[in-house]
């Protein structure tokens, strides 16, 4: 009889490095996040009472994100998902981000609080987590409900971000910049190289962006999403037309520190998970971000700091879920 289940504590890993069920559950809502181009920088270190969360740095991108902006987002959004799982899990998520100066790698430690009881939201965010995909097909020209809008600016405050929905003027200026810095991207042989590693045509790599992720190839160049097939021109795509006005958001902080940072990749996940609950599928098109001249000119009215991501949102067709590497991966043992 396998009598692990009773006799393991939920939140402590057993000696063979298997973690318990509550523990095991949270880490994989964690590992679920989006992060740029799937590249899970992440570590996890389980203590008595407490979840560290860890960058691995061996997984930062130098030409995309020399910096570890990216790195910082994609690693705060993997902590919103680990905070919505323990709370699930009937204990109140009490986090410090960076909590020692001098190890700028521990990024959080989420601290297992008192017994605690999820209120609607949360159940909700938490089911979500599993169906929140980066959707990269076309979405069609309904407009999305004010009130929903008004959920996803609330989401992203929250977490201390602000959202600016884009109108028209906004839309026009954010989009041509995008357009700008994917043609720039493109002709840099660093960033093909980069995308080359990270991009694969085999679905059953465990990370990066693999073929059925690449999305079909916009034939009138309508919309600058990143195109992950770039230098993989011989994986087969069929071409698809594009909404010509896709809805818009930037999500700015107010501050552009590491922290700031890692509180902007909360925030797009709850805005992520808030979105999937409302039936909305999301495009993160985060090019010019990731060139300082570009990105400084991304001044839409209603953005107010620095801007960190730029989401597509709107209603579109499923789309697949990405591979992640399994949690004896990213578990340090001790
Ligand atoms: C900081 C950040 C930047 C991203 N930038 C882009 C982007 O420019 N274009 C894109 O298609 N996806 C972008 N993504 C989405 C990732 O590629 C995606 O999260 C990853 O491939 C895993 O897939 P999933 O989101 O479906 O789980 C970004 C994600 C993060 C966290």
Known sequence: MNTRNVTVDPWSVDPDGIPGTALDACLRAAIA???????????????????????????????????GRELAVSLGAALLN??????????????RLLPYPDRP???ARVTLG?????DATMLALYDAIPHRHTNRRPFTTVAIPPEVLGELRAAAGIEDATLAVLDEAGRREVLGVVRSAEVR???????????TAWTSGEPQREDGVTRTEFGPWDALETLPL??????????????????????LIVLSTIGDTPEHWLRAGQALERTLLTATVRGLATTPMTQPLEIPELRALLTPTGS???????????????????????????????
């Open 114 to 118: 008192p017994p605690a009881a999820p």
């Open 226 to 247: 990143r195109d992950f097939g770039l230098t993989r021109p011989a994986e087969p795509r069929r071409d698809a037309r594009f909404e010509p006005d896709p809805a």
């Open 105 to 107: 790698d521990l990024v």
């Open 82 to 95: 680990l905070r919505v799982a323990v709370l699930r899990h009937h204990r109140l998520p009490l986090t």
């Open 304 to 334: 107010v700091g620095f801007p960190q991501v730029i989401l597509r949102i709107g209603y579109g067709p499923a789309s697949p879920t990405s591979a992640r590497r399994p949690l004896a991966e990213v578990l340090i043992r001790r």
């Open 33 to 67: 996040a989006p992060s740029i181009f799937n590249s899970q920088p992440w570590r996890f270190d389980p203590g008595h009472g407490f979840i560290d969360l860890y960058a691995d740095r061996g997984r930062q991108l130098s030409v995309v994100d020399p910096g």
């Open 185 to 195: 991207l493109r002709g840099d042989p660093g960033y093909r190289a980069e995308l």
